[in-house]
């Protein structure tokens, strides 16, 4: 149990449809991240949110948008879904941003898109 | 950029030690970790360790770090049949922002 947690668990949408992804992260943590994982496939970075604001984005283009709220959960939002989006979204709390070693992830919310 | 390689398989009797090996490109690696991930479920942090060390022992977990080769490995001592798995190795790189995992090695542990 690392005290991340994530919503919805799963979930099915169309193409050209948009999601949103939450995420609770763990107490004392003020940092999250967000990591797509393909099946089969090691998690790729998509972005990271410190105090409210976007420091560190990896490969993904503008539709896969994000914002991290004053109590520091988050949400990642993705416009104009494509088939190559269905994936296992992961959510990962840390404390202070860019420093410190423990990083948790919630257990994901696993988006197919048809 | 960062290149995170690892084995896919391995294979081992129940009781045995488990290797499980990670190779980088990053030399500037802040941090480095093993997760653990099961079936449909998340990731599990089992241990990390900071670069400036070379070993370090968390019960039955033993991570060895050797820098020159860019070689970080997680051994698995008395492995059970709970331990089978896939295990990530993952680098948190100097900007310290995020990580960069390898592709994973699929671990099944035989009775």
């Known amino acids: 149990e690392t005290g991340v947690t994530q919503s919805p668990t799963h979930l099915i949408k169309t193409r050209g449809q948009q999601v949103t992804l939450r995420c609770s992260s763990q107490s004392g943590h003020n940092t999250v991240s967000w990591y797509q994982q393909a099946l089969g496939q090691g998690p790729q970075f998509i972005f990271q949110?410190?105090?409210?604001?976007?420091?560190g984005r990896g490969n993904f283009p503008p539709r896969f948008s994000g914002l991290q709220f004053p109590n520091y959960s988050s949400e990642l939002n993705v416009n104009a879904l494509e088939l190559d989006d269905s994936a296992l979204y992961l959510c990962?709390?840390?404390?202070?941003?860019?420093?410190?070693?423990?990083?948790?992830f919630g257990e994901g919310s696993r988006l197919t898109v048809l | 950029g960062e290149d995170v390689e690892q084995s896919l398989f391995l294979s081992v009797r129940e009781g045995d030690s488990s290797v499980i090996n990670c190779t980088y490109t990053d030399s500037s690696s802040t941090y480095l970790y093993w997760y653990k991930q099961e079936p449909g479920a998340g990731l599990q942090l089992l241990t990390y360790i900071f670069s400036n060390m070379d070993m370090k022992q968390d019960q039955r977990l033993t991570v060895l770090l050797n820098k020159k080769d860019k070689h970080l490995s997680l051994r698995i001592a008395d492995t059970q049949t709970g331990d089978s798995a896939i295990y990530f190795c993952a680098l948190r790189g100097a900007a310290g922002n995020k990580l960069t995992f390898g592709g994973g090695t699929r671990v099944l542990v035989k009775p």
């Open positions: 990962a709390s840390s404390l202070d941003g860019r420093a410190g070693g423990e990083l948790f």
């Open positions: 949110y410190y105090r409210e604001e976007e420091n």
